[in-house]
């Protein structure tokens, strides 16, 4: 059987009164999960493990995977009681405890293989090639945002260092930088202009990391960082302009923000192009 299939069983019953139990992976093994949301009791549940010396826990795991069910009927993922990424239903709450618990207690657990990948539109977080969860572009506004997010809950949980920003967009995206660079003005634009058409054809969303730049070919990626501050993000050019004065790109309303250029409006940047890594 395939170490993922070495699973704890779950009370489901606990996990459909809103409470949230740990999910171990040792030696616990059981044969099928029921996806038909039949709830068993709890008592029998325990005793079952009681009168079978093999499915009990023999020793206590590094990580506490949990499942717990929130308001919106999503499902949270925990590590060590930190939240980390959610889900849609409790069939897939089950699967990713169960990859969870089984990596993050194998003796040769490295969080610093957690990382961010790309694929389709999927925006997908995973340890070496096993997929941990994904997030649809289409499903929220700005994926690469959430990916981050998420893939970083699961390594400090697990005790190392989060990625940075443009660390997580870089390798979502398979970037590598180049020595070209582009210095100017920066300005940013959003509401006014949220879900019109972009000169790319695709429809404005201020809160993804885009850009406008006069001349530069559509989705080429810029690790964009402010003078001011040494903030950086990387945005994908999907627009032409801006138009006014000697300002180089018009940037989206979230790249501002990452870049806390949003008040000052216009600061001065330095651009450097990214290209498809040579690495991958």
């Known amino acids: 059987m395939h170490s993922l299939s ?12 809103s409470s949230s139990i740990p999910i171990f992976a040792n030696e616990v093994i059981v044969t099928s ?41 999503k499902w949270m993922i925990t590590v060590n009681g930190q939240p980390t990424f959610r889900v849609e239903d409790l069939p897939q709450a089950a699967i990713a405890v169960a990859k969870l618990a ?18 389709n539109d999927q925006y997908i977080g995973k340890y070496k090639e096993l997929s941990l969860f994904a997030i649809s ?30 660390e997580a967009q870089k390798q979502m995206h ?3 930088a180049t020595d070209e660079q582009i210095d100017g003005l ?3 634009y959003g509401p006014y202009f949220q879900g019109r058409q972009t000169a790319s054809g695709e429809n404005f969303e201020q809160q993804d990391f885009t850009a406008a730049h006069p001349s ?3 989705d080429t990626y810029l690790k964009v960082t402010n003078q001011h501050n040494g903030k950086s993000v990387v945005v994908r050019i999907n627009d032409r302009g801006p138009y006014f004065g ?14 806390n250029s949003d008040e000052a409006g216009v600061v001065p940047i330095i651009a450097t192009i990214l290209v498809e890594s040579q690495n991958n």
């Open 33 to 73: 999960i029921d996806y038909e949301y039949q709830y068993f009791d709890q008592e029998i549940y325990s005793n079952s493990i009681n009168n079978n010396p093999k499915s009990a826990v023999t020793n206590s795991p590094k990580h506490t995977v949990e499942v717990r069910n929130e308001l919106d009927n």
């Open 246 to 259: 000697d300002r180089n790109l018009d940037l989206s309303h979230a790249a501002a923000i990452a870049l």
């Open 102 to 119: 089984t990596i993050m207690n194998s003796p040769d657990f490295d969080p610093n293989q957690l990382q961010p990948i790309v694929v």
């Open 6 to 17: 070495k699973l704890l069983a779950i009370s489901l019953i606990s996990l459909a009164s």
């Open 174 to 176: 398979k970037l590598a």
């Open 137 to 166: 572009k289409s499903d929220v506004l700005n994926p690469s945002l959430n990916l981050t997010q998420w893939i970083n809950n699961l390594r400090v949980a697990a005790g190392t260092e989060p990625l940075t920003l443009v």
């Open 216 to 218: 530069l070919p559509f």
């Open 186 to 188: 920066a300005s940013w």
